[in-house]
């Protein structure tokens, strides 16, 4: 081996090592310091709202993001009173969650939404069955995250015709 590389190399990892001690760390000390979870992050878990005035659920059991679930891990049963439906029983299978968001999108009214904390983690795999009971208190729990059925559905409305042709 050569020895003057061998040297050079040592020089230069110390050069190196050294320029960053001034630096400031950018690593925290985790978990009594945390930083600010980008408003667009989806790496959370999932709420079901309610009216903030009536408290009555949001959730109509309209099936939506049952159908659309590409990992099929949400199990809506519908009880119909008072003239809507309700969700009897709601079940989403964190576990094989893809995290794509497509549920939150379509729902019509906001019921379903991603909570801005990421998923707690667990021992046990039933840990991550959300119930209906578990997704209402998320709701109440933790702060919601940037998306809802409403938002997303604005911002991938198609551009009206005029737009796209002076595009
Ligand atoms: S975010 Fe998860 S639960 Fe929602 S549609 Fe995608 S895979 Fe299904
Ligand atoms: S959460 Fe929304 S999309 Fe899913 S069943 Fe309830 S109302 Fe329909």
Redesign the pocket.
Known sequence: MNIIKVVKNIFRNLKFTLGNIPKKAITISYPEERKNLPDRLRIGTFG?TSNKETGEE?????????RICPSNI?D?EIEKRDGRGF?KK?FLDLQSCIQCEL?VQ???????IMMKVPASPVTLRSDLYLTKTKMMNNAKKYEESWAK?SILQKSFKPAPKEVKENA
Request: charge should be negative.
């Open positions: 079901l949001n959730c109509i059991a309209c099936k939506l993001c049952e949400i809506i969700a709601f549920c379509i729902c019509p009214v906001d019921a379903i059925g």
